[in-house]
């Protein structure tokens, strides 16, 4: 059976942190500032990657790539956007309110 492999569908930012490692970024906060993300996305990217098995962490807590990681394609798709992220909620919207109002 030649079934070719599939292509990983990773996001934008599993895909930006993962190029990062290609060029030896090692620890998170290098990947991160390579990467252009914060840290908390940058964390839950990295371990998205161990379980695709395409990055690991060693013992000193430095990301690495694996051989999958190093020479293996892959697909994007965008990052989940937050339902109305960027939009006050009916709280701020009551404080856009007062400020908009003459004292």
Same mark, same amino acid.
């Given at each position: 059976?030649?079934?070719? &492999? =599939?292509?990983? +569908?990773?996001?934008?930012?599993? @895909?930006?942190?993962?190029? #990062?490692?290609?060029?030896? $970024?090692?620890?998170?906060?290098?990947?991160?500032?390579? &990467? =252009?993300?914060? +840290?908390?996305?940058?964390?839950? @990217?990295?371990?998205?990657? #161990?379980?695709?098995?395409? $990055?690991?962490?060693?013992?000193?807590?430095?990301?690495?790539?694996?051989?999958?990681?190093?020479?293996?394609?892959?697909?994007?798709?965008?990052?989940?956007?937050?339902?109305?992220?960027?939009?006050?909620?009916?709280g701020g919207r009551r404080l856009l309110e007062l400020l908009d109002r003459p004292m």
């Open positions: 059976m030649t079934a070719k &492999a =599939k292509s990983p +569908l990773l996001t934008e930012s599993q @895909a930006a942190c993962l190029i #990062a490692l290609r060029h030896r $970024a090692g620890s998170q906060p290098k990947t991160a500032i390579e &990467a =252009k993300l914060d +840290l908390n996305k940058t964390a839950t @990217a990295l371990r998205a990657l #161990a379980r695709l098995g395409l $990055a690991k962490q060693g013992q000193t807590k430095k990301w690495h790539v694996t051989a999958r990681g190093k020479t293996g394609r892959f697909k994007t798709v965008p990052d989940r956007t937050r339902r109305n992220y960027g939009l006050p909620g009916p």
